[in-house]
């Protein structure tokens, strides 16, 4: 079983930046595919970004092409996304989560299987 720890939420003015980090332990990191995923109030969890094992491949939520970056660093067994241009449609609570062996294309939460505690990030206008 793998355990997974976000943090770098926090309070962002629109426009700003963040990065959120996750940490696992418990597992070869290099085994898993990661992903970050965010549920606002009220509403459904939903797929942000993921990548691959060994960060070749990525994908990206509509919402965070071209504002959001994913990364991985084996090494430190963490998983970023750096979080650009935020809005105030970006606060929720994000979610780190993990599949071992998956597919970066898994965008249905049910479908991953290690999760995270969440980092709240609230971006005011």
């Known amino acids: 079983q793998v355990q997974l720890v976000e943090s770098g939420g926090g309070l962002v003015q629109a426009g700003k930046s963040l990065r959120l980090s996750c940490e696992a332990s418990?597992?070869?990191?290099?085994?898993?595919?990661m992903g970050w995923f965010r549920q606002a109030p009220g509403r459904e969890r939903e797929f942000v970004a993921a990548?691959?094992?060994?960060?070749?491949?990525?994908n990206y939520a509509d919402s965070a092409k071209g504002r959001f970056t994913i990364s991985r660093d084996n090494a430190k067994k963490t998983v970023y996304l750096q979080m650009s241009s935020l809005k105030s449609e970006d606060t929720a609570v994000y979610y780190c989560?993990?599949?071992?062996?998956?597919?970066?294309?898994?965008?249905?939460?049910?479908?991953?299987?290690?999760w995270g505690k969440g980092t709240l990030v609230t971006v005011s206008s």
């Open positions: 418990g597992l070869t990191f290099s085994d898993l595919v």
């Open positions: 989560a993990a599949n071992h062996w998956g597919s970066v294309r898994a965008v249905v939460p049910g479908t991953w299987s290690s």
């Open positions: 990548i691959s094992r060994f960060g070749v491949n990525t």
